[in-house]
């Protein structure tokens, strides 16, 4: 079993929600804050029923239990990105929806000025 790379959140942001990874956004920052989570290292942010978390885990019909898992198990990003195109296989439709709600999401661009980011 591979260990995920960890992430300390009480140092530092995760990434910002308008990040892609493999055309997903809000993947990156989802996978920053399960890494913290495993690690005990959340600060003031939070896994668990985050609703920016929930926005993509709706999106590919996984849980957050499912999703910490295969963060738990990947060594890097792309791992991750691996296990949601050939387990979850998520619908391309599902995923631009997502995009443009997070796109035009005025709390989310908030939350990135909020860190640091403009």
Known sequence: MTTATKVDLTQHAPRSPFEELDGMML???AIDKARA?????????AY???PVNRMLFD??????????EAVRT???DQAVASW?????RP???????????????SHLKELDKEEGRD
């Open 84 to 88: 949601i195109h050939e387990r979850v």
């Open 59 to 68: 999106a590919l019909s996984v849980t957050e239990d499912d999703f910490l």
């Open 37 to 45: 989570h495993l690690s005990n290292t959340l600060g003031e942010y």
């Open 91 to 105: 619908d391309p439709a599902k995923i631009a929806e997502l995009n443009e709600r997070v796109t035009h999401d």
């Open 27 to 29: 993947a990156p920052r």
């Open 74 to 76: 990947a060594p890097d």
């Open 48 to 50: 668990c029923s985050c």
